[in-house]
């Protein structure tokens, strides 16, 4: 993707960088669709992973993704919601640094309809007999044993609901970089309460 640095506005690069992040979520073999989040654990050290893009509204400057809820971003997230993401995609040459607050949500219509939207492969993770990061013995694939190898029907997989969570994230600033052989281009955007209230240029 390639643009002019001396002609690109800032509400160009605003619209590419939002079409990018819709345009992820169903395509796996787009970088946006892998991003890495970013947290603090207890002993204030920075922990970083990669999570899958599930949905993005700009209308209200959010994107979420799915966990486990036992997992230990959880606990990270509720003891400090501010957090980061980092998004790169190689074709396009963007890269987006998203800092944010998060939210756990665990029991509400958006999680229900979260749940049946992913397929009978990926509910089967929820069905993790021990909670994520625990330390195992050996080599283990964390799956009930009448479940390795194979997919779970819809009755099986239902008890690992209750291991399901959404960690919805606002917008607070975007820090979009434009890798191009033209001049790289670069810009920030702040966001209040899921409106956009500021954009302008950065020196790459």
Not at 38 to 63: I, K, N, S
Not at 66 to 74: E, G, L, M, N
Not at 185 to 196: H, K, L, S, Y
Request: net charge neutral; aromatic share 6%.
């Amino acid at each position: 993707m390639k643009f002019d640095p001396e002609t690109v506005t800032l509400e160009e690069l605003a619209d590419v960088a939002w079409q990018e992040l819709v345009r992820a979520v169903d395509a796996p073999a787009h970088g946006f669709h892998w991003p890495v989040f970013g947290t603090v654990d207890a002993a204030g050290r920075p922990q970083a992973r990669v999570v899958v893009l599930r949905r993005v509204d700009r209308r209200t400057a959010e994107f979420a993704f799915h966990t486990d809820r036992r997992s230990p971003k959880i606990a990270e997230v509720l003891a400090n919601p501010v957090v980061a993401l980092t998004f790169h995609d190689s074709g396009t040459r963007l890269q987006l640094r998203i800092g944010g607050r998060a939210a756990v949500e665990t029991d509400t219509g958006l999680v229900d309809a979260a749940w049946q939207s992913v397929g009978l492969g990926s509910r089967r993770c929820y069905l993790a007999p021990a909670a994520p990061s625990t330390v195992a013995a050996a080599p283990s694939p964390n799956l009930p044993l009448d479940l390795r190898g194979r997919l779970p029907d819809a009755e099986r997989v239902a008890a690992g609901r209750g291991n399901f969570a959404v960690v919805r994230c606002c917008v607070d600033r975007i820090d979009m970089l434009c890798v191009q052989h033209a001049g790289h281009v670069r810009a920030a955007f702040e966001f209040a309460d899921g409106v956009q209230v500021g954009a302008h240029w950065l020196e790459p």
